[in-house]
Every structure is written in C-alpha cells, then in structure tokens.
C-alpha cells in the first residue's frame, strides 16, 4: 500500500516562500508520476505541477515562473517550492502518485497553506 505524507504547509505573508514535501512509502516510487494539486474552500481540486521520471515537468498558468516541482529518488520525496506567494495561492495542497503500471492513483491528506498579511 503506497502511503503519502505531506508537510511544509503554513501561514506566510503576500510575497513569501514555502516549500512543500510529500515523503512516499510503500510501491516503486521512481516509477510514479508525481503531481501536486490544491483545493480552496468552494472550489474543486486542480494540478498545480506534474513531475515524471526523469523529470518532465508541467506547471499551471497560474504558478509558472513561481513555483517549481522536483523529486529525489533517493529519498521517495517530491516538493514544491512556492516563491511569489499570493492570497489566491491560498488553498489545501495534495500530493498525488499516479503508477502508469497499474493504472493507480494515491493521494495525500493534504497540507493548508495560508497567504495573508
């Protein structure tokens, strides 16, 4: 069973910095598509940014040049670093891993990230 562990969420001030982290246990994790996606209160889930193996990436319009995805196979962990923060980046962000193989997808529980003054 492939379990996902986010963290690096919190309260940040309009301009500011995170990164997020997403540790992987159980299944191959350089064989996933790693992504992150995000959900404000009222709105549905959305990608933000999409890594593979050996690292393609995609972003969403709303984060290009802000955001930017990567992963350490060494470590089983994918991140997120979020520069240029903005009250409308405010949302639950969830790490996902998409197995090609078996046509799966894990999830998750999700980290808040808070941008406010």
């Known amino acids: 069973q492939v379990q996902l562990v986010e963290s690096g969420g919190g309260l940040v001030q309009p301009g500011g910095s995170l990164r997020l982290s997403c540790a992987a246990s159980?299944?191959?994790?350089?064989?996933?598509?790693m992504s992150w996606y995000r959900q404000a209160p009222g709105k549905q889930r959305d990608v933000v940014a999409t890594?593979?193996?050996?690292?393609?990436?995609n972003y969403a319009d709303s984060v290009k040049g802000r955001f930017t995805i990567s992963r350490d196979n060494t470590k089983n962990t994918v991140y997120l670093q979020m520069n240029g923060l903005k009250p409308e980046d405010t949302a639950v962000y969830y790490c996902?891993?998409?197995?090609?193989?078996?046509?799966?997808?894990?999830w998750g529980q999700g980290t808040q990230v808070t941008v406010s003054s």
């Open positions: 996902k891993a998409y197995s090609p193989y078996f046509d799966r997808a894990y």
């Open positions: 159980g299944g191959t994790f350089s064989s996933f598509v």
């Open positions: 890594i593979t193996n050996p690292g393609s990436t």
